[in-house]
T-cell receptor, first 113, second 114 residues
Framework: GAVVSQHPSRVICKSGTSVKIECRSL??????MFWYRQFPKKSLMLMAT?????????EQGVEKDKFLINHASLTLSTLTVTSAHPEDSSFYIC?????????FGPGTRLTVL | GDSVTQMEGPVTLSEEAFLTINCTYT??????LFWYVQYPGEGLQLLLK?????DKGSNKGFEATYRKETTSFHLEKGSVQVSDSAVYFC?????????????FGIGTKLQVIP
């Protein structure tokens, strides 16, 4: 299957700072990428759908001004957690879509102190 | 809307035991069905998939059959190993394809003891 990378794999930051997470599709062009969030011992919850060249579509209850998504190219989507707080600590996973399925990145562990 | 139901676990088995993790779904039409595995501290890895009724997905000794009549996609393995300890997610994508939201089950934690 296709390969999706995320960077960084782990990040620790202070409360109030912003953190950017990159999601790259390494071997195919992805017009659509997704961002999921996973709470401890829970399933994945879709945060937003990222379409190349247009604004992201956010799921109900997800603050678009807090979780900024940019999909500026066919191989890169970024998620920026602005003014992070401890409750934003979580595991963030992206995926890149093709016609039949989605390919998931390895995830980014965010810890906000 | 679409939904996936699976046992939460944890499921604890001895090495070489038989594994079944049940998964049932609710969806319109014929979704594609998936099993993903997540090892501690890592992301999701696709374990197997099936895209139409009666298809059997298989990988690394794991199998699951797409049963439309019972809306199920149960995961089985004949002889588990300690290295199979992980969380297993059942998931579906609507018939319209990969550009749609993936619906995940809650995840089943499997612990295999020597």
């Amino acid at each position: 299957g296709a390969v999706v990378s995320q960077h960084p794999s782990r990040v620790i930051c202070k409360s109030g700072t912003s953190v950017k997470i990159e999601c790259r599709s390494l071997d195919f062009q992805a017009t659509t990428m997704f961002w999921y969030r996973q709470f401890p011992k829970k399933s994945l919850m879709l945060m937003a759908t990222s379409n190349e060249g247009s604004k992201a579509t956010y799921e109900q209850g997800v603050e678009k001004d807090k979780f900024l998504i940019n999909h500026a190219s066919l191989t890169l989507s970024t998620l920026t957690v602005t003014s992070a707080h401890p409750e934003d600590s979580s595991f963030y996973i992206c995926s890149a879509a093709d016609y039949n399925e989605q390919f998931f990145g390895p995830g980014t562990r965010l810890t906000v102190l | 809307g679409d939904s996936v139901t699976q046992m939460e676990g944890p499921v604890t088995l001895s090495e070489e035991a038989f594994l079944t993790i049940n998964c049932t779904y609710t969806a319109t039409g014929y979704p594609s069905l998936f099993w993903y595995v997540q090892y501690p501290g890592e992301g999701l890895q696709l374990l197997l998939k099936a895209t139409k009724a009666d298809d059997k997905g298989s990988n690394k000794g794991f199998e699951a059959t797409y049963r439309k009549e019972t809306t199920s996609f149960h995961l089985e393995k004949g002889s588990v190993q300690v290295s199979d300890s992980a969380v297993y997610f059942c998931a579906l994508i609507p018939p319209s394809g990969g550009y749609q939201k993936v619906t995940f089950g809650i995840g089943t934690k499997l612990q295999v003891i020597p």
